[in-house]
Each structure stands twice: as C-alpha cells, then as structure tokens.
C-alpha cells in the first residue's frame, strides 16, 4: 500500500499543472513538485503554511470566499485569482477545487494562466493607449490615462515619463508621480540621470539589487530617493529615442523582473505614437489660436477669453480690464533696420508684457505692433493703472538690436469692466479710444 501511495506521489509530480491539498483551516499539507516552476518554491517550504499567504493581498478577500463555498461541499471549476511568486512577481491561476468530507480535506489543482492573461492584457493595453490618444486634447490630460494602463499591465505606483527636446536640450518630467519625491526640475540631457541613459543609448534599463548598479551608476546619477529595483524604456521616433517609460519601486513587495521590462517595452511603442500625435495635435491648437511671430494668443483666442471673462462676471459680478497699447514710431524701426529688425523687437516686447501679467491673466498681439492685455480678477481701477505703469517702465528700458540700444515708448488704453463698458465691442473701443489719447498726449 505504501509503495503504491509513493507511486501516486511520483506520478502527480510529474503534472505541469499543480495538485495541493489543504485542511479547512487552510493550511497545506501536500503540494506537488511543479509548484516549484510555478511559485517558485520547493513543496517542503509550503507544507504547514497557511495557502492564502501566497494569494495576492487584493485576491485574497475573494479566495477565502470561495474556498468557504467548496469547503461547504460546492465543486469549483475555473475560479482565477492571483499569486504571488518568490521573486514577487504575479502568477495569475485558474483553480479546479473540490472538497472531501471523509478526509475533511480540499483538493485543488492549479493551472498557470499567465501567458493567456498577458496576451489579453497586452491586447487591451494597445488597443486604449490608441483610443486614448485620439480623446487626449493635450499631453496633460493624456499621461494620467497611460498611467493608468500601465498600472494594470503591470505595479507602477510609482511612474513618469521624460521627454527631451534635442533643440533646447533639456530632458524634461512632464508627468512625475512617486510617493517620495517631486517633480524634478528640467536639465541638460548630459546632466547623468539614468532617464538621460536610456534615451541616450536607446536600450531599455533594468536594475535591481541583483543588477550590478555601480556599471550604470558610475556615469549616472540618481536624482531623489534611491528605488529599490528601476525600470525605464526608451520612446521612439524612428531611430531615435526622445524619452522614457519609467517605473520604480521602493519595497519588496513589488519587484520588476525581465519579463516585466519585455512588457513595457512591447507597449512603449504604441506609447510613444500617442504622444507623438497628441503632441502634433497641441502645436496644430497652438498655431491656430496664437500669433506665429511672438507665440502671445491672436485676436481669436482674445476674443474667446474675453467673451469667457465677460460670461462669467455676468454670474459672479466682479472687475476685470483690458490694456490696448501700441509702440510709439515703430514704423522707423522698420524703415530703418527692416523688417527683421522689427520682429526682433516685437518678440522682446511679448517677453516683457508676459512678465508683466499673472499667469490667469492674457496678453495678445492682435496686429503690427498692437497688443491687448485682459486683465482678470482685479479689485479696483488702480489695479490696472499699476500694470500699466509697470509696462512702461519694462518696455521703456533699452531694447538691444546688435551693438545699438533703440528706445521705445508704449501708448496704453485702458477700459476697466463694468465701469467702461459690460460687452466685448464697448470696452475694446474705450480702451482703444484711451489708448489713442494717450498717443496725442504724448506727442
């Protein structure tokens, strides 16, 4: 009898799939030997745990659940719950459990389902990632969403994306979210990050406690709280790579290993055509509603602001202003410097006014050399007055033009709402008005 229950043992050890056997308090007392290839640990470290140790915390709830009902003489055939390996990765597993009320025992046998699971995964990833992309309006709206599928691929609590741009050379963080650290600040590419490596080289880059650092960490530098495993591909477009996926992790419970490298990988591509196009889309926007010569918004999206200003003081009643200036003899500059000359200019006089205004605030260039600025949220006149004083004396400080220092004098208007005017036509015409008074005054 003996040797035929030592044959059975032989001949169940030799299943792919794993066969347990558990008390109804929930402890192991057989495991087969494919549990070793499927979890990572040899039966004799199993036996007298506790099975539900080994379930992922977030599946744990429900396995207990279910375990109740096969203990309570249910067959369960094809339930799916996660575990977690030794070396912490997921395995996901599609049980076959029954229960034996003589030997008051469970008996299940598990089935490794991961590969199907990641094939469906990854097939739904790219296939959102691509719909993502055409409903993003712009790349802030989209990497919340991209992170969010990857955070279902794959543990990314800790996630963000660096982009360079070649012609600043600045490798930047547009989205950062990590439970230790901020943002960091926009640096040159050269600056050692190992983000700047992985766009450099272009390879994607794994490390982890078993990795040898110091080879990448001699050239490289870690910016914030040093992770415990770190993840990053590459971007790219074409042959080059403008930027990185970035995962990290900070504990044990969650570890990267290749396979989770081949997984983002594989999506990276289709990441990176999602924000190629949507970065396409916001300069298409852009150029759209903002003068091409000074990057300040054009007459339309002025118009569009000041009608949202004017739409929303008509519910919470409140002061807002327009300053409508023009440049004092710029035809000269023209006529004597040309037209290059004068561009140059107008771009500065844009810097200025920008420093000059809140960032809720608008400055527009509506035409040559006229600018209008809405000013919102103001508590009084003199709010306005104060900007304006501050514009002249910005742009009455010399503008450089090669080795000549040229001097400029701003005519200004201004219209404070609703004291001047409660629609879009009447203030721009009083302050347009104010600011040709001003012209004649000055002269």
């Known amino acids: 009898m003996k040797k035929t229950y030592n044959n059975l043992i032989e001949f169940v050890d030799l299943l792919l799939d794993v066969v347990c056997v558990v008390n109804a308090e929930g402890q192991l007392l057989f495991v087969s030997a494919a549990c070793e290839q499927m979890f990572g640990y040899k039966p004799d470290e199993l036996v007298g745990k506790p099975i539900f140790d080994l379930v992922h915390p977030d599946d744990r709830e429900r396995s207990i659940a279910v375990s109740m009902r096969v203990n309570a003489g249910e067959e369960i055939v094809g339930f799916e719950n ?39 995964s990854l097939q739904k990833a790219l296939y959102r990632i691509s719909e993502t992309s055409h409903q993003a309006s712009d790349l802030d709206s989209l990497f919340p969403l991209i992170h969010h599928i990857i955070d279902e691929l794959l543990p ?3 996630f963000f994306v660096a982009l360079y741009d070649r012609h600043k050379d600045e490798l ?21 990050t190992l983000s700047a490596e992985v766009i450099r080289t272009g390879q994607a880059l794994l490390l982890t406690p078993n990795s040898n650092k110091s080879i990448h960490l001699k050239h490289s530098e870690v910016i914030g709280t040093d992770s415990l495993d770190w993840l990053g591909v590459p971007l790219h477009s074409g042959t080059r ?19 989770d490298q081949e997984l983002l990988q594989f999506v990276s591509d289709q990441v990176a055509s999602a924000i190629i196009r949507t970065q396409l889309h916001e300069r298409l926007i852009h150029a759209a509603e903002h003068d091409s010569l000074t990057s300040l918004a054009n007459r339309s999206l002025f118009q569009d602001r000041l009608q949202n200003v004017i739409a929303r003081a008509g519910r919470v009643p409140g002061r807002f202003a327009l300053l409508y200036l023009d440049l004092d003899k710029f035809k000269d500059i023209n006529d ?8 140059k200019i107008l771009v500065e006089v844009a810097s200025r006014l920008k420093g000059c205004i809140r960032e809720s605030d608008t400055a527009a260039r509506i035409g040559g050399d006229e600018f209008v600025l809405l000013l919102t949220n103001i508590a009084a006149q003199d709010d306005a007055k104060n900007v304006a004083a501050k514009i002249r004396l ?22 404070v709402y609703p004291e001047d005017g409660e629609n879009a036509e009447a203030l721009l015409h009083f302050a347009d008005e104010a600011m040709y008074r001003s012209k004649r005054t000055a002269v």
């Open 156 to 158: 990314a609590k800790n």
């Open 394 to 415: 910005v742009l009455n400080k010399p503008f450089k033009l090669g080795d000549r220092e040229l001097l400029i004098a701003p005519s200004i208007g201004i219209a």
């Open 172 to 192: 930047s963080f547009p989205y950062f979210v990590d439970e230790f650290d901020s943002c960091p600040a926009p640096r040159p590419l050269d600056s050692g």
């Open 82 to 120: 996660r575990y977690l390996h030794k070396d912490g990765h997921t395995v996901h597993i599609r049980w076959t459990a029954r229960w034996s009320e003589k030997q008051q025992i469970r008996v299940a046998v598990a089935h490794d389902i991961s590969e199907r699971i990641r094939a469906e």
């Open 336 to 343: 004597l410097y040309g037209h290059n000359a004068g561009d």
């Open 241 to 259: 790579a403008f930027g990185t996926l970035v995962v990290q992790s900070y504990t044990g419970n969650v570890r990267y290993t290749d396979r």
